[in-house]
Each structure stands twice: as structure tokens, then as C-alpha cells.
């Protein structure tokens, strides 16, 4: 059985110690995971423990336990808070039914009734636990959820944003059917001109989307979905020369919506593929058939294949290939580069291109990296070792691996150098941020808030990275630099303890020298004469 964790929060030590021992806590299900004497501490503590329940006094230096507890509220909603106090005070009481703790109990404690709360809270957290790991209703979740990711899905595809190799999986995960074996993508824009009846476009569009779900989908097996203010169309078929039968019938369904919906319907058809990793190419020629209806008209069909070359649809999936490199390099995963390149050379040895188009290639891919070297301000002799172009290069080649591998070459070496500068920032901000507090200690307003701030950056992102690279929060690496100050200030000077506390940043001496002892495990005055004790004696 895991147990539930608990936090004790009092700043008299004897009273934590008594409520250790009035509960077996183990055999109530709960196991107690850390103290703190104050809701400074606690809160450092939450942050690094997690607990499941609180236990808190109210009145404590610092910090108190209501603030305390809303501000735990704020950071871990699910969080049980349970205050023990020796004030009855109406006041305090309905502060905290406005933090919502979960029980409100005197001091003395009494150990049953502790007991009772405590059985309490567990079924609660056992309640909650079962309601968020219960896979009947996670399932039932999950199909109410599962048109909108069916939907998101199919956006994806028409943004060509899935890796290939991921498809089955989503096909699998979404109980998707898209068998194919060739698929097209059509458009159906609703003219905003032609206002054949007073209906909200809007509605308009919605009524549109549900008829083609009517006529499309028992014949096409269709997906069809609002989009960028269009309604987008999967669709599958047979064999490629039934797309001129498609043609015809999403032709018909123009004039059916005419009819029916009394809007003006423009359907443009896309290039028909065989793979689904290409339908962002199919949707794409499908919106340029769109904007042909200046030239053709509305109320109809028009398929991109009968009036532009299909090499236009072949130059739309080159350039997207050029994009997905770039992207690949900026994001500094070498496998998913290393993919994507293969894709790119599989793709050309599949389909074939003339030589044209493949020059045309590799000098826009030059003309790209050299975009993004510059823009990063990569040194790119060094990124293009020797002294022909890639393209002169890539002509010279032996063969199609020799030359995808010199690609690979290339994106790697600049891979690499974003990932050198993205370190260099990284570790740059952090040394900043050191010599903020190194400049600053002595202010004792000075937080993450203000050092973010001074740098330009957030804070979840500024201590994700501080941690990782000094292997400490940033309050802890604070306090470190603060306490060896003090330390410096108490063997060199006669400064009082109060003084030493306010040069150090803190306004409070008494808080000083509880942080002082907690880091030392003396309080100031006390480890001043021992120290100089030890330096008279040697």
C-alpha cells in the first residue's frame, strides 16, 4: 500500500514532536515526510516534497499558516490543508473555510479525534486517486474526447505537422479509417458575396458541413471538417482515374448546396496521393484551386490537376522538405534530422525528378541554411568546408548516398553550433543572474521575480535551468551566498548580529538567525566566539 505523505508545519519543536508520536501513522496510511517551524520554510519544502497533506499551525514567525496555506492553495490545488491552533477566533476560522482546509482543529490534540480526521482525509485522497486512475471512466473520458482529437488529428495531416512514422499509431489511438489507397483533399468555400438567403455564415458553413457528411461519406468515406473558415474534405478512392469522377460528383454536390442550403459553393480538388504523409500537399493544390473561381466561377468544382501542371504540387512538397530540415536543425534532435533527411532522398529516389527541378532543390536548400547560418550568425566558412557550393558539390557525387551524407554533414555542423550558442545563452544568464545576487544580496526585496526580470526571462524557464546547472533553487543558492557573507562580516568585524542581518539582506534578525542555525547549526553570536576561540588557540 503507498502512503499518503505528510508535512508538519509549528514552530515549537516539543509540539510537532508530540503529534509524531500520538499517531501511528503508518497503520492511518500516511507517512510523515518533513517539519518546518515556519510557512517560509514550509512552502521551500512543498516545494521539494510534495506532500499530500499539511498540517499547520497559525500563528508562526514570517510567515503565518493562512498565508501559508493560500499560497500552497495557489501552487498545489489538490493539496489537503489541515490547521491545529490554540486560537478560537471566528475570524481565523472563516479565513480558512475560504482556503477550503479540510479540518479546523484546537489545541490540545486530542489523538482519537485526530485520528477520525486523518481516516477522513484518507478516503478522500483515496477517493480522488481511484476517480483519476479509474480506466472505465478514463475510457468513457477518452471517447467523449475523441471527435476533437479525430479532428485535430486530420488538421495535422493537412499541415503536414505528422511524422510519418507516427501515423498508424494515431490512425490506431483515434479508431481512424483512412484505408484508402489514394486520398484527395477538397475545399468548399462558401461565397461571402452572394447572399442567397439572411442565415448567419456561420450557420451557413454548418449546414453545409452536414450535408456533404450526407452525401460524401457512405460514398467516399470522407472526413470532413471545419477549417480556416473553409470546410476541409478527406477523401478516399480506388484508383487514381476515379478522381475525375470525383470531380464531377463534388461538381454535383455544388449545385446540391445551391439547392438546399442556398449558399454559393466553391469545390476546389486538390492532387490526388497514395500516402497520407502528402495530403498537406493534396490541400494545398485544393486551396490554389480555390482561388481559380475568379477565372471559372462559383457553384462548381475545379481540380487543380486539369488546370496547373502536376509539378506544382511536386514543388510545394520541396519546399515543405526545406522547411522540416531547417526545423529539424533549430530544434537540435539528431535523429529526427537524420529522418527527415532520409525522407527527403527517399522521396526523390521514389517519385523521380528531372535534373531541373533536383538543381532547383538543392540550391533553395543552400540559399536556406545559408538564410539561417547568417541569421544566427554562424561562421559558415566553417559550416561549408571547401571551397564549392553545395550544389557544385552535390553534382560531383558518386552517388545518391554520397550526397544526402554531405547534406547530413552540413546540417549536423549547424545543429551543433545552435546548440553550442543555445548552451553559451544558457549558461550566460545563469552567471548574470549569479552576479545579480552577487551585486544585490544586500537588498532584501530581491526574488526570482526581479532577477527574471533583470534578465528577460520567465520564471518557470529561469529555474528549471538555474537548478540544472548550479544543482540549486535559486532562494537556496541565495541564502547560501548570503550566509557565507555573514559568516565573512561576523570573523572580520564587531558588527552586532542585527547589523550583520541587515547587510546580508535581512530585515528581520530573528529570522537571520534561525536561517543562520539552520545552515550552521549554531546560532550567529555562538558560532563567532567559537570560531575566533579556535583561530586564538592555533
Request: glycine share 6%; net charge negative; charged share 25%.
Amino acid at each position: 500500500m503507498s502512503l499518503y505523505s505528510v508535512l508538519l508545519v509549528d514552530d515549537e519543536e516539543e509540539v510537532i514532536r508530540i503529534i509524531m508520536k500520538k499517531i501511528d501513522w503508518e497503520q492511518m496510511g500516511f507517512r510523515v515526510v518533513g517539519y518546518a517551524h515556519n510557512g517560509v520554510e514550509a512552502l521551500e519544502l512543498a516545494e521539494e516534497l510534495l506532500p499530500s497533506v499539511v498540517m499547520t499551525d497559525i500563528k508562526m514567525p514570517y510567515m503565518d499558516g493562512l498565508v501559508m496555506s493560500r499560497k500552497l492553495k495557489e501552487l498545489y490545488p489538490e493539496v489537503k490543508i489541515l490547521i491545529f491552533t490554540g486560537f478560537d477566533e471566528f475570524e481565523y476560522a472563516r479565513e480558512a473555510i475560504d482556503i477550503e482546509v479540510e479540518q479546523y482543529v484546537l489545541k490540545p490534540v486530542d489523538a482519537e479525534e485526530l485520528k477520525k480526521v486523518f481516516a477522513r482525509i484518507r478516503r478522500n485522497l483515496d477517493r480522488e486517486r481511484d476517480e483519476r486512475s479509474n480506466i472505465h471512466k478514463l475510457q468513457e473520458y477518452y471517447m467523449e474526447s475523441l471527435p476533437l482529437l479525430q479532428e485535430s488529428f486530420y488538421t495535422s495531416l493537412l499541415e503536414g505537422r505528422v511524422p510519418e512514422q507516427e501515423i498508424p499509431r494515431y490512425l490506431s489511438s483515434y479508431q481512424i479509417h483512412l484505408d484508402g489507397p489514394f486520398y484527395v483533399v477538397t475545399v468548399l468555400h462558401i461565397s461571402r458575396m452572394q447572399n442567397l438567403s439572411d442565415m448567419d455564415s456561420f450557420l451557413k458553413m454548418v449546414s453545409v458541413k452536414k450535408l456533404a457528411e450526407e452525401q460524401l461519406d457512405n460514398h467516399y468515406g470522407s472526413k470532413i471538417l471545419l477549417y480556416l473558415g473553409n470546410i476541409a474534405v478527406i477523401s478516399q478512392l480506388q484508383a487514381e482515374d476515379e478522381i475525375t469522377r470525383y470531380t464531377d460528383s463534388m461538381d454535383e454536390f455544388c449545385r446540391l448546396a445551391r439547392r438546399v442550403c442556398s449558399v454559393a459553393v466553391t469545390a476546389g480538388v486538390g492532387h490526388i496521393c497514395a500516402q497520407l504523409r502528402d495530403l498537406n500537399y493534396s490541400y494545398q493544390g485544393a486551396g490554389t484551386a480555390v482561388s481559380y473561381r475568379a477565372i471559372y466561377g462559383n457553384t462548381r468544382a475545379i481540380n487543380i490537376g486539369e488546370i496547373e501542371p502536376r509539378e506544382t504540387g511536386d514543388s510545394l512538397w520541396e519546399q515543405q522538405a526545406i522547411r522540416d530540415i531547417i526545423k529539424r536543425i533549430k530544434t537540435g534532435d539528431g535523429e529526427a534530422l537524420a529522418g527527415q533527411i532520409h525522407q527527403c532522398a527517399l522521396r526523390f529516389s521514389e517519385t523521380g525528378t528531372s535534373l531541373q527541378n533536383f538543381r532547383v532543390f538543392i540550391l533553395e536548400l543552400e540559399a536556406e541554411l545559408y538564410r539561417m547560418g547568417n541569421d544566427s550568425q554562424m561562421d559558415m566558412d566553417l559550416i561549408f568546408t571547401g571551397e564549392k557550393s553545395l550544389a557544385e558539390q552535390g553534382f560531383q557525387a558518386d552517388s545518391p548516398e554520397e550526397f544526402w551524407s554531405l547534406v547530413m554533414e552540413i546540417c549536423t555542423r549547424m545543429q551543433d553550433s545552435i546548440a553550442r550558442e543555445r548552451q553559451n545563452t544558457t549558461k550566460s544568464f545563469v552567471t548574470r543572474a549569479m552576479e545579480y545576487v552577487e551585486a544585490h544580496y544586500r537588498d532584501n526585496n530581491i526574488s526570482i521575480e526581479t532577477v527574471c526580470k533583470n534578465l528577460g526571462v520567465s520564471a518557470a524557464y529561469f529555474s528549471t535551468v538555474f537548478k540544472k546547472e548550479t544543482g540549486k533553487t535559486f532562494i537556496g543558492y541565495l541564502t547560501d551566498y548570503r550566509m557565507k557573507q555573514a559568516v565573512s562580516l561576523l570573523l572580520t568585524t564587531d558588527d552586532k548580529t542585527y547589523i550583520i542581518a541587515e547587510k546580508v539582506g535581512y530585515m528581520d534578525p530573528n529570522y537571520f538567525s534561525y536561517v543562520f542555525k539552520k545552515q550552521y547549526g549554531i546560532a550567529p553570536s555562538r558560532y563567532r566566539v567559537e570560531k575566533l576561540k579556535e583561530r586564538g588557540q592555533n
